[in-house]
């Protein structure tokens, strides 16, 4: 498969992905749907901005990146057939890794969050706090009544930070796999650029 090709079927499928960490980050100011009185009252982690940030902006310049591989201009580079598309391709492993970095960050930050729980109002003692530990919740639901508001928080922010830990996890991927094939792109030139300079063969 032609390396230009390839790069733009993983930034085809980064873009609903980056969509997905950007709404589900968005969604965690809202725990169960609604507005809160006080921000103090959110789990940190949703300040942590993982899938704004790492999931979504940094994960917009990569994929924007690769869809635009297939057709880069590849023949005005110092007169050299492949020296455009190769840098091109150079260029996109770079990018891979922000990208990587970047999911890595949201991945990071929502495991930490499911395995701490949601911050709320504990009914033990009244106050506002992390009820649960090291993921002891996830196996017991019936711990989940400790937190009184906001209501339905738990379920809530482990929905979405499972979503932004699946993303997250699946961008990881295929930025490791464009890094690669951006390295190959690199090294051994892309069929694309036969076709677009009128080559005879692979650069």
Same mark, same amino acid.
């Given at each position: 498969?032609?390396?230009? @090709?390839?790069?733009?079927?993983?930034?085809?499928?980064?873009?609903?992905?980056?969509?997905?960490? %950007?709404?589900?980050?968005?969604? %965690?100011? &809202?725990?169960?749907?609604?507005?809160?009185?006080?921000?103090?009252?959110?789990?940190?982690?949703?300040?942590?901005?993982?899938?704004?940030?790492?999931?979504?902006?940094?994960?917009?310049?990569?994929?924007?990146?690769?869809?635009?591989?297939?057709?880069?201009?590849? *023949?005005? *580079?110092?007169?050299?057939?492949? *020296?455009?598309?190769?840098?091109?391709?150079?260029? @996109?492993?770079?990018?891979?890794?922000?990208?990587?970095?970047?999911?890595?960050?949201?991945?990071?930050? @929502?495991?930490?969050?499911?395995?701490?729980?949601?911050?709320?109002?504990?009914?033990?003692?009244?106050?506002?706090?992390?009820? &649960?530990?090291?993921?002891?919740?996830?196996?017991?639901?019936? %711990?989940? @009544?400790?937190?009184?508001?906001?209501?339905?928080?738990?379920?809530?922010?482990?929905?979405?930070?499972?979503?932004?830990?699946?993303?997250?996890?699946?961008?990881?991927?295929?930025?490791?796999?464009?890094?690669?094939?951006?390295?190959?792109?690199?090294?051994?030139?892309?069929?694309?650029?036969?076709?677009?300079?009128?080559?005879?063969?692979?650069?």
């Amino acid at each position: 498969m032609c390396t230009g @090709s390839c790069a733009k079927c993983l930034g085809g499928t980064l873009i609903p992905l980056t969509v997905f960490s %950007l709404l589900a980050n968005i969604l %965690l100011f &809202f725990p169960g749907g609604k507005v809160i009185d006080n921000k103090d009252h959110l789990s940190d982690e949703v300040w942590y901005f993982g899938g704004i940030l790492g999931g979504g902006v940094l994960m917009i310049f990569p994929a924007l990146v690769f869809l635009g591989l297939k057709n880069n201009d590849c *023949c005005g *580079c110092c007169g050299n057939e492949g *020296c455009g598309k190769r840098f091109a391709m150079f260029t @996109s492993t770079i990018f891979a890794v922000i990208g990587f970095l970047g999911a890595g960050y949201s991945f990071i930050t @929502s495991a930490i969050s499911i395995n701490k729980g949601p911050k709320c109002l504990m009914g033990n003692n009244d106050t506002w706090g992390y009820p &649960f530990q090291d993921g002891d919740y996830l196996s017991n639901e019936g %711990l989940w @009544s400790q937190c009184l508001k906001p209501k339905e928080v738990v379920p809530w922010n482990l929905t979405l930070f499972s979503i932004l830990l699946i993303t997250g996890g699946v961008q990881m991927i295929l930025c490791a796999i464009q890094v690669v094939n951006g390295l190959l792109g690199t090294l051994c030139g892309d069929c694309q650029c036969c076709g677009c300079c009128g080559g005879d063969g692979a650069v």
